[in-house]
């Protein structure tokens, strides 16, 4: 049986859904409260825990041959986080210390490329250090800390190897992340702002794929940058344009705009209580450097993902079908 934290989140769904249609038994830890729509009608253990609570995590690794670590707070607001560092590090660190004392075989931790060091130039791979120091967001060093924490305790013993995808995009997104809520958006076609930049992209159910595969055969202490595609908004909403036959209205907004508005937008999102979209960290990222391989993860474990054409169809079939 594996034990899967953070199992109603994007990723974690898919990979529930993945490990199930392999014959694999699957325990999902679910917070109190939280809402399990993702899983309904899945065959699977639902226990109840906290990664805050480490008492709460001896129990749900009772019996698992190995443990897949999502769990994990994302935020794109500027400043201190105390929350996002308390969950991502503290969390993860209970997770280590239970997988240790419990004996469990093997834990595949899925951090982030914003953990590892950004790169002006030249293409980011497995060989640019994380960075517990990064400038440009809270998450993007809570992420750091916490995967530097898992590789110390592969050092020490523990069969541990770390994942870093891209931006996640795909289907049974329930949650609605920021990027699927811009392909929902123009699924729509509701009108809909962008700013000139691009990013790489890759499939939910590739990366679900990717950590089954370093659950099988990544190295211990090692860590593999599950990748996808380089594409731009435009790119991604003329797509969805393509793909549902429906024209929208489309604004670009220039950068230097989009940028001085930024200065503002994060406390309209708190004050309003909406998802954010346009702050100073997701620009950063759009004009980053989004070169990015996953040579490493192709060659050792066999990572091989689809084109994003494929990926953004079937992210506006399932958001045009839920809806209905």
């Known amino acids: 049986m594996w034990l899967v934290t953070g199992a109603t989140g994007h990723v974690g769904n898919v990979l529930v859904r993945k490990l199930l249609e392999r014959g694999e038994k699957v325990r999902a830890l679910i917070l109190p409260g939280e809402s399990r729509e993702s ?37 794109i607001m500027p400043g201190p986080n105390p929350a996002v560092r308390k969950v991502n590090v503290e969390g993860t660190r209970n997770i280590l210390q239970a997988a240790k004392e419990s004996g469990v075989g093997k834990l595949i931790y899925t951090s982030s490329i914003h953990a590892i060091r950004r790169v002006e130039k030249g293409v980011i791979d497995e060989s640019v250090p994380y960075d517990m120091n990064n400038p440009y967001g809270a998450y993007d060093r809570s992420k750091a800390e916490a995967t530097l924490e898992v590789l110390n305790a592969a050092h020490s013993g523990l069969e541990a190897v770390v994942t870093c995808p891209t931006g996640v995009i795909g289907p049974f997104d329930y949650r609605g992340s920021m990027m699927g809520a811009v392909i929902q958006g123009a699924a729509a076609a509701k009108p809909t702002l962008y700013v000139d930049g691009a990013y790489d992209f890759v499939d939910v159910r590739d990366v679900a794929d990717g950590l089954i595969l370093a659950a099988q055969k990544g190295r211990q202490g090692e860590s593999y940058i599950l990748s996808g595609q380089k594409i731009s908004v435009r790119y991604l909403l003329e797509t969805v344009r393509e793909i549902t036959g429906r024209g929208f209205f489309q604004m670009k907004v220039p950068f230097d705009f989009a940028k ?39 060659k050792e474990l066999g990572y091989n993902p689809r ?9 506006v079939k399932w958001f045009l079908d839920r809806k209905r």
């Open 260 to 298: 001085f508005a930024s200065l503002f937008t994060p406390t309209y999102y708190r004050l309003a209580n909406e998802t954010p979209r346009f702050t100073p960290y997701s620009l950063e990222v759009l004009q980053s450097n989004s070169n990015i391989s996953h040579a490493k993860a192709t």
């Open 39 to 75: 899983l309904t009608g899945l065959n699977l253990e639902a226990v109840e825990g906290d990664i805050l609570q480490l008492g709460s995590l001896f129990e749900s690794m009772r019996g698992v041959k190995g443990v897949f670590h999502l769990a994990g707070l994302i935020s």
């Open 307 to 315: 084109a994003l054409y494929e990926s953004i169809s079937d992210a």
